[in-house]
């Protein structure tokens, strides 16, 4: 892994260091089926069963450098698959931030909750160096339709989102703080939209992806 990191770090795909940190320490390989452990650390993306993948190394390297997910934040993960995203996520924001895990597929979330579970991010576990305090789980997995978001969480510091829609679901504009921050694919693009006020986003697009779609119920 360290070599593919190398390579997104010298191509300008990684960028921070907290990001670039998470990286190192969430084994993708922890993340894929078994037949498709060698293949862990190759840039490409990779079956996960259900007509899903866990997406390309080099796509969610930067699409988390647009989402800047920082210590403390609360943020919904759309899409969470494999838990590959959702580990990288939990990492950056830990001790105290919370990462909610929409999957619609019930296969799928379990495994991905199997995944996240190897780093300790869902059950309270005890921190090092500590003493006697123990921190509450980081991720929270939900089996739902991504594209209403989580109203009952809701307000959000950042929204991702892991498959391609047609649109922009207007549930995630609400639900997203001022300031607040979305990532989604929208058709064969990335977009980054920043909410500058109530109905007012900063929006911009970066073409050139390719996702699954988003399944919807």
């Given at each position: 892994m360290?070599?593919?990191i190398q390579e997104l770090i010298k191509e300008g795909y990684l960028k921070t260091s907290l990001i670039i940190e998470a990286f190192g320490k969430i084994k993708r390989e922890d993340f894929v089926l078994e037949e498709y452990k060698d293949e862990a650390d190759i840039n490409v993306p990779l079956p996960i069963g259900y007509?899903?993948?866990?997406?390309q190394p080099?796509?969610?390297a930067f699409m988390l450098e647009l989402l800047q997910p920082q210590p403390g934040d609360k943020i919904l993960d759309i899409g969470s698959g494999s838990g590959w995203q959702t580990a990288l996520l939990a990492y950056c924001v830990k001790p105290k931030g919370k990462i909610f895990a929409l999957e619609i597929i019930?296969?799928?979330m379990e495994f991905g909750k199997r995944n996240v579970a190897k780093y300790n991010f869902l059950a309270p576990y005890r921190t090092e160096?500590?003493?006697s305090g123990v921190e509450k789980g980081i991720v929270e997995f939900?089996?739902?339709d991504?594209?209403?978001g989580l109203e009952r969480e809701a307000p959000f510091d950042k929204i991702i989102v892991a498959a391609s829609a047609q649109k922009l679901s207007e549930e995630w504009k609400k639900q997203l703080k001022i300031n607040g921050r979305i990532v989604a694919p929208i058709k064969e693009s990335i977009w980054l939209l920043i909410k500058k006020d109530d109905d007012v986003f900063e929006e911009h697009e970066f073409p050139g992806?390719?996702?699954v779609p988003l399944i919807y119920d």
């Open positions: 360290e070599n593919l007509g899903q993948t866990i997406s080099l796509t969610v019930p296969e799928l160096g500590s003493g939900v089996c739902s991504g594209s209403k992806f390719v996702f």
